[in-house]
């Protein structure tokens, strides 16, 4: 059974910082293209990054870039999602989210979001 896990959400200050973590099971990680999809109530699914399969490179959206970081934590299985000097704005469910391409493919876009399997959601608040 493949499953993917999403964790570390939760009501934090703007300014603030949190840790998401993207767990699998059932597959190993490493071998997948693995995005963070967040949704915020009244608002359409936004791609927020993405770390390729191919060559770890990685892509964020612009209204996260120099805030956000994705890494791997292979050891674990996982996709980490750092979130540092957090916005209102960044309130929303994110999702991690997985595809299977081959070792030539790089998805070169957050607004890639047809992943073939998806977590759960964690919710993030930023408020005072």
């Known amino acids: 059974d493949v499953q993917l896990q999403a964790s570390g959400g939760g009501l934090v200050q703007p300014g603030g910082s949190l840790r998401l973590s993207c767990t699998a099971s059932g597959l190993s990680l490493d071998s997948y293209t693995v995005g963070w999809v967040r949704q915020a109530p009244g608002k359409e699914r936004e791609g927020v990054s993405l770390?390729?399969?191919?060559?770890?490179?990685?892509h964020y959206a612009d209204s996260v870039k120099g805030r956000f970081t994705i890494s791997r934590d292979n050891a674990k299985n996982s996709v980490i999602l750092e979130m540092n000097s957090l916005k209102p704005e960044d309130t929303a469910v994110y999702y991690c989210a997985a595809s299977e391409f081959g070792d030539r493919i790089r998805v070169t876009s957050v607004e890639y979001l047809t992943y073939d399997t998806w977590g759960q959601g964690t919710q993030v608040t930023v408020s005072s």
């Open positions: 770390i390729n399969r191919a060559d770890d490179t990685t």
